[in-house]
């Protein structure tokens, strides 16, 4: 039997074929947000083991750019207290965005550029998992919070301690309506969403819900301060049985600590654990997950009380892994923030222009950074996304951003031929081809490719290349910008 990364092995062969046989690349165009010719360098150097422990401690990689660019979207890091002191100075109108978008632009700039690059896709990853979305109007004055204390504090940590923050924070509780939720009137959105999305996924009852619903009651916002609070007083007593999680409840003083006991049992539930370990291997892996490497994540998980780093490494190094080259679409965000990366293009000098209009290009393209409005999150399989007119907003922007049209003030290589194809011209087309190839996608193309790309431009593989050529010079961008439009570069 084959150890094949999904049941459509041949698609997965031919797509493998367009991608460098190169297990260090493969390693990081899953694990990051795509290569860079400095991500390529240290990678060589440490090795995958190294590179992968380094990457899984993001607290021991200096990030100075990546700092330096969310400082200039000060408003993504503020707390409650902090947007509501903007509202109350002028600063900023009351139920204004404009902190929940520098959340948006804050978050892009760390895809593209922080060195902590499996820290930010992980990030993203549990951004989906417990989706808030952003930016969205209940949830003005803690989405940005939530991003600081909920998502990113433990992103790398136990996802019992993240369930737990995401349950109590004004965000979550404002977004699945539990800070409206009384004794009088449980409300029963956090109780199912908890239970199907969360954590264990399908196979609840609705008496589950109905009693997870009641031993939420109590758990609010507080209309002066927008921050959490418990009010034992609206706490609904009374015994509650939850997938296996018995509680008497009997006290309205104790409902807190009843809540955060249930929560605990359902981030160790076996049904959790596949649940966390099916969609890490859909992200990082196949859209279709092995079942067996699935089943091995799952007992890590457990075995490690809900540790994702011993999943990650454990899911990193298995053969399942390494036998997934092709097997995985880049999402359209993804594929924007690859574009900048793969091209190793800087940020602006100053201001955030730059940056800005590469989050409104994702939003073009389907997919801003935790913009999703459904609780579920963004879908994670190539079929999601696969239509025309959103093939055709990528396009435009590989050329846009490789020609320097938009965003215009991204920093380019004073030369991008010579960055590219090196300090010397390529002496034909074809040896122009293999050069930008090589530098952008990690290999030369399959012969009938390079001689598409030569024709193109009205040439042969065989032709001379010459320094006035528009090849060479105005028509360059169109090379980089072919290179991405190909599945060379839109596999993950």
């Known amino acids: 039997m084959k150890v094949g990364p999904r049941a459509d092995d041949e698609d997965v062969t031919a797509s493998a074929a367009f991608l460098p046989d190169d297990p260090l690349l493969h390693l990081l165009r899953r694990a990051t947000y795509g290569p860079t010719p400095a991500a390529v360098a240290e990678i060589r150097g440490l090795g995958a083991k190294a590179w992968l422990d380094r990457q899984l ?10 700092d330096g660019l969310v400082a200039r979207f000060p408003l993504s890091g503020l707390t409650i207290d902090g947007v509501r002191a903007k509202v109350r100075a002028g600063v900023i109108p009351r139920y204004g965005w404009e902190p929940m978008f520098e959340v948006g632009f804050a978050t892009l700039a760390r895809a593209v550029w922080s060195e902590r690059q499996l820290y930010e896709v992980m990030v993203d990853f549990w951004s989906n998992h417990l989706n808030v979305t952003c930016p969205s109007g209940d949830v003005w004055d803690s989405r940005p919070d939530y991003d600081r204390t909920v998502i990113r504090k433990y992103a790398l940590g136990r996802f019992a301690d993240l369930l737990k923050a995401s349950a109590r924070h004004p965000a979550m509780l404002t977004y699945l309506d539990n800070r409206f939720s009384t004794r009088a009137a449980p409300n029963e959105n956090y109780g199912r969403e908890l239970l199907e999305l969360h ?68 981030a160790l539930h076996p049904a959790t654990a596949r649940r966390i370990a099916t969609k890490l291997c859909v992200r990082f892996v196949a859209d279709e997950p092995p079942a067996a490497l699935v089943t091995r994540l799952a007992k890590v998980y457990l075995d490690s009380k809900s540790a994702i780093v011993p999943v990650l490494r454990a899911l990193f190094t298995s053969a399942e892994f390494a036998a997934s080259v092709g097997a995985k679409t880049r999402t359209p965000y993804e594929d924007v923030i690859a574009t900048v990366r793969t091209l190793g293009y800087a940020s602006d000098k100053s201001g955030t222009e730059g940056i800005r209009a590469l989050y409104w290009t994702s939003e073009a ?35 846009n951003i490789a020609a320097g049209w938009w965003p215009s003030t991204l920093r380019r290589p004073e030369s991008p031929l010579a960055e590219f194809a090196g300090g010397v011209l390529p002496a034909t087309y074809g040896a122009l081809i293999d050069a930008v190839a090589s530098r952008l996608v990690g290999r030369t193309l ?30 360059f961008p169109y090379l980089p910008a072919l290179l991405l439009d190909s599945p060379y570069f839109a596999l993950r």
Request: glycine content about 12%.
């Open 199 to 266: 954590t264990a996924g399908l196979g609840y009852s609705e008496a589950d819900v109905r009693c997870a619903a009641r031993l939420f009651t109590g758990m609010t916002v507080s209309w002066e301060t927008g921050r959490y609070r418990y009010d034992a007083g609206q706490h609904a007593t009374g015994a509650v049985r939850i997938l296996g999680f018995r509680h008497a409840n009997r006290t309205a003083t104790g409902g807190e600590a009843a809540a955060m006991a249930l929560l605990d049992h359902l």
């Open 446 to 475: 399959a012969p009938e490719h390079s001689v598409a790309l030569a024709d193109f431009y009205g040439k042969t593989l065989a032709s001379p290349l010459r320094a006035g050529d528009a090849a060479a010079g105005w028509a």
């Open 365 to 399: 393209a389907g997919q801003a950074p935790m913009a999703w409005a459904p609780p579920n999150g963004y879908p994670d399989v190539a079929t999601a996304w696969a239509s025309p007119s959103g093939q055709v907003v990528r396009w435009n922007a590989h050329l």
């Open 57 to 66: 401690k993001p607290a021991s990689i200096g990030d100075q750019v990546a």
